[in-house]
């Protein structure tokens, strides 16, 4: 199999496992699902979860993430090329502008969320860590051996 098809093979697989695990990506009709799947790549790269709860965390990042995106292209969209008609579309663009602000705030709590759950995770590595390391190196007392009397030894 060439470096190619088992490239293809493994997206395939990550693709499945996502929709069985996650559902399907959050996109609209219309919506580039390439594109989806390369912020969702580039964020799983950059964070590199450790474990399902980080996986998690980066789907939620990405899907909110892909929803500021969303929004900002809906704000776009609500521009009027005349400002003449601005005025009239200045109230849409507050409620979308409101849409933004609270879809990135629950992607921060998010990122938030990962930064918090290695460091607990790390927390207890380190305790633990520590714990072995006190346990191996556990200073044993000796007592010091009294020399047998003579009539020890003569008992023996």
């Given at each position: 199999?060439?470096?190619?098809?088992?490239?293809?093979?493994?997206?395939?697989?990550?693709?499945?496992?996502?929709?069985?695990l996650?559902?399907?990506?959050?996109?609209?009709?219309?919506?580039?699902s390439?594109?989806?799947d390369?912020?969702?790549?580039?964020?799983s790269?950059?964070?590199?979860?450790?474990?399902?709860?980080?996986?998690?965390f980066?789907?939620?990042?990405?899907?909110l993430?892909?929803?500021?995106?969303?929004?900002?292209?809906l704000?776009?969209?609500?521009?009027?090329?005349s400002?003449?008609?601005?005025?009239?579309?200045?109230?849409k663009?507050?409620?979308?502008?409101?849409?933004?602000?609270?879809?990135e705030?629950r992607?921060?709590a998010?990122?938030?969320?990962?930064?918090?759950h290695?460091?607990?995770f790390?927390?207890?590595l380190?305790?633990?860590?520590?714990?072995?390391?006190?346990?191996?190196?556990?200073?044993?007392?000796?007592?010091?051996?009294?020399?047998?009397?003579?009539?020890?030894?003569?008992?023996?």
């Open positions: 199999m060439t470096a190619n098809q088992e490239a293809a093979t493994e997206s395939k697989s990550n693709t499945s496992s996502r929709i069985s996650f559902g399907p990506p959050p996109l609209l009709a219309g919506e580039d390439k594109a989806y390369d912020l969702l790549a580039q964020v790269g950059a964070v590199k979860p450790a474990d399902i709860i980080e996986e998690i980066v789907h939620d990042i990405v899907d993430t892909w929803e500021v995106f969303r929004w900002r292209r704000e776009t969209s609500l521009m009027p090329p400002r003449s008609y601005f005025a009239e579309e200045i109230e663009i507050e409620r979308v502008n409101r849409l933004i602000t609270i879809a705030g992607r921060n998010a990122l938030r969320e990962i930064d918090r290695r460091t607990t790390a927390q207890i380190q305790e633990k860590v520590r714990d072995v390391e006190e346990a191996e190196f556990e200073t044993i007392e000796t007592k010091a051996i009294a020399p047998k009397s003579e009539a020890d030894k003569n008992a023996a």
